[in-house]
């Protein structure tokens, strides 16, 4: 290792990329539901001294090959392939663990009978495959364990080389039926030790992965959604084909109208260009590949930046277009969920309304109830994806935090009343600035009533690594984010609760900070001092991801992607989304509202919410640096915009620090000893790596060599794993 280069040299391709994802969905994880079903025994039989029921639902998705937000080089094609890699991936590993298990599972007849049960299944699965099933029988003569074991894996193989041959399992459910049959005969025989620590945590494997590995979601822009519209809309000779263009009132009767018929606008031979060629031909292939292999793989259609419900409904259009409409009773249902992703303040206050126009109409509610009875649901299901990093670099931390509280609460009380559950969709980087949080502490601050049994929730970058590259630390995370869920959902059944009496004085501290934010990122030269002071340019030089820095390649904050955003302020030890505009709000509250100041001190402890927010602006401060960030901000080539936003800036970080010790009482350092030590115990070595890192910097942009952008970039790499805070 320490011979070995500690930086890429060349850009991953999106198909590196998804052989990383495997060899975690493949060789790490099988391990770890393993053990979590094991652990789950011991636990529930020490707690209740009965036998426990299935392991809690876990499931595993991916948008690696699948998320095209942005992303010129994640064609159909690649989508193909990876869908095709998932599900050659989760039969290897069935076919691995099955063939282990029939190694463990040498019991002979003459020591034990075999059940009826046992033998009657052998006499369906030799009918069932015929003449093939002679040599799996023959294989291990006494041995009726051992020979069930060698005709599932003959039904596994036929899966595997055409999902309809002859005798092959067809679903998942076919092979755990088949397991729960060998289990039962295990027990009935009196082994039931080797049911409960072979058979069963198998079965809990395929529950887990299924024939699929994890679903693959696909997303893609609202923006790019209507400039494929329009595509479909010049190909097939409209007169008007200005699309993006057209208010939402013509968008949404333009919609209702096409949404009524099958009718598509284009056949499979004529000619497409740009987004509606790659949409549509995205959307084929998913159908394709649904038709073959069913629906299991194949995670909802997110739509980014949604804005409004024709931004749901254009999906719809373009559904219809790659075959994944259907004839439903009542009209035409989408064979896929569709996923609204609310990412700005405006767009989170818009949520409500935007989601309530989208369940109300009948287009929705028939792929809802459509969907339900496929897939065999108790209950209709819409998910809504939230958008942490985004609605951060929008408004800042508070203002997106609450934002997402509300919104949150109030589609939660929206689905109730229409009587829909809802799954959130947590888009959580891997910092304060990015969604970041203890997750026990997260699930507490929850809105209540708004968990109702099912969650998603992503996990990034490097927290993919310190969480789950280790067997057991990444089975702690995920019992805790099990558990999390269980006990969450079983108190929000109780439904919403009373706001907190200080909700009302919380909005306008709220109100406050995104004032200050904004003033901040929109003074005139901030972006060219984020560029000066950062080593955001030399972030776009690194090889770490395929996914470009910006969607579009406008040089301007909106269009940069939240996670270069909060990378390079970590990389300069400003953490800035993690805490601006934290300080002035809260001094706003002491000196204009000192009764309510000494209320929210008071009841700080026990808002959870707050707590949990608060916190983390804490440790965001924490992790700050002021000597740090002046030494970055001497990179600034203009000395007034220098000196101007630089003190603008410390004002507010020794604002938000002073006013977030005198709500905790005392010194962080006496609070948080722990994370006080971590960052002391890093600060010689960081502070010789962000020195080296601001003299290559200025050498850089002065001449910008290859070898010190290598120099540069080994930096880069050194300062995020001293930080493990790169977002």
């Not at 850009?11 to 770890?32: C, I, K, T």
């Not at 020591?111 to 799996?136: H, K």
């Not at 219809?320 to 996923?339: D, F, H, M």
């Not at 020794?654 to 002391?680: C, M, S």
Request: proline letters at 5%; hydrophobic letters at 40%; glycine letters at 8%.
């Amino acid at each position: 290792l320490w011979r070995t280069g500690e930086i890429f040299l060349e850009q991953p391709d999106v198909e590196s990329e998804v052989r990383n994802a495997l060899y975690y969905l493949q060789s790490v994880f099988p391990d770890v539901v393993e053990l979590l079903d094991l652990r789950f025994q011991h636990s529930w039989r020490a707690a209740f001294g009965t036998e426990p029921p299935r392991l809690p639902r876990l499931a595993f998705g991916s948008w690696v090959g699948g998320d095209r937000d942005g992303h010129p080089f994640v064609t159909p094609e690649v989508t193909v392939r990876t869908l095709g890699l998932l599900r050659e991936g989760a039969l290897s590993v069935l076919r691995e663990r099955l063939k282990e298990l029939a190694a463990r599972l040498s019991l002979a007849e003459s020591a034990q009978p075999a059940p009826n049960l046992l033998r009657e299944r052998l006499r369906e699965l030799s009918s069932l495959l015929g003449e093939a099933s002679r040599a799996a029988l023959d294989r291990n003569p006494g041995e009726p364990w051992r020979q069930l074991i060698n005709l599932m894996l003959l039904r596994l193989e036929r899966a595997n080389e055409n999902a309809t041959a002859a005798g092959g399992y067809v679903s998942p459910q076919d092979l755990i039926e088949d397991l729960e049959v060998l289990e039962g005969s295990l027990r009935e025989a009196g082994a039931r030790h080797i049911a409960e620590l072979d058979v069963r945590p198998l079965a809990a494997q395929v529950r887990v992965f299924g024939f699929h590995l994890a679903t693959l979601d696909t997303r893609q822009n609202s923006a790019y959604h209507d400039r494929a519209v329009a595509g479909l809309l010049r190909a097939a000779g409209f007169s008007r084909t200005d699309y993006p263009r057209w208010s939402e009132e013509e968008k949404l009767d333009f919609l209702n109208r096409e949404l009524q018929s099958l009718r598509p606008f284009t056949g499979p031979h004529m000619r497409l260009e740009d987004e509606a060629e790659h949409v549509v031909g995205l959307f084929r292939a998913l159908r394709a590949h649904l038709m073959r292999y069913g629906p299991e793989g194949i995670g909802p259609l997110i739509v980014s930046m949604t804005r409004s419900v024709a931004d749901l409904l254009a999906v719809y259009l373009l559904a219809r277009e790659g075959g994944l409409l259907v004839e439903a009773p009542g009209g035409l249902a989408c064979e896929l969920p569709i996923v609204p992703l609310f990412e700005t303040i405006n767009d989170l206050e818009r949520s409500e309304a935007v989601t309530d126009a989208f369940l109300a109409h009948p287009i929705t509610e028939r792929t809802l109830s459509y969907l339900q009875h496929r897939d065999r649901q108790a209950e209709r299901e819409l998910i809504v994806m939230l958008g942490y990093s985004d609605s951060n670099k929008d408004g800042g931390i508070l203002a997106s935090h609450w934002g997402l509280h509300r919104a949150e609460r109030r589609l939660a009380r929206l689905a109730r009343e229409r009587g829909t559950r809802l799954a959130f969709f947590h888009g959580r980087g891997g910092t304060i600035g990015r969604g970041a949080g203890p997750t026990h502490v997260f699930f507490d601050a929850l809105p209540a009533g708004s968990l109702m049994g099912r969650m998603r929730v992503t996990e990034q970058g490097e927290v993919i690594a310190q969480k789950y590259a280790n067997r057991v630390t990444a089975a702690f995370h995920l019992e805790r984010l099990l558990a999390g869920v269980t006990c969450t959902s079983l108190l929000h059944e109780a439904g919403e609760a009373p706001p907190h009496p200080l909700e009302g004085v919380w909005s306008l501290v709220v109100e406050r900070s995104f004032q200050a934010y904004r003033s901040l990122v929109e003074t005139d030269g901030f972006v060219m001092f984020f560029r000066q002071a950062t080593p955001i340019d030399a972030i776009e030089q690194t090889r770490i991801g395929s996914r470009p820095s910006r969607r579009t390649g406008k040089q301007t904050l909106e269009d940069l992607r939240a996670i270069p955003w909060v990378f390079s302020w970590g990389q300069a030890r400003f953490h800035l989304p993690a805490w601006y505009g934290v300080g002035t709000a809260l001094d706003w509250l002491r000196s204009e509202r000192p009764s309510d100041w000494k209320a929210l001190r008071d009841e700080i402890r026990n808002w959870p919410f707050l707590a949990y927010l608060l916190h983390n602006v804490e440790a965001g401060l924490m992790m700050a640096d002021t000597e740090i960030m002046q030494l970055y901000a001497s990179l600034v080539a203009d000395a007034d915009l220098r000196r101007s936003l630089l003190d603008t800036i410390l004002a507010e970080y020794r604002l938000a620090d002073a006013r977030i010790n005198e709500l905790f009482g005392g010194r962080p350092e006496e609070r948080r000893p722990r994370l006080a030590l971590a960052i002391r115990l890093r600060e010689r070595a960081l502070r010789q790596l962000h020195e080296e890192q601001v003299r290559l910097l200025a050498v850089w942009r002065a001449d910008s060599k290859e070898d010190v952008l290598q120099a540069l970039l080994l930096t880069i790499n050194a300062i995020a794993l001293g930080q493990k805070m790169t977002g």
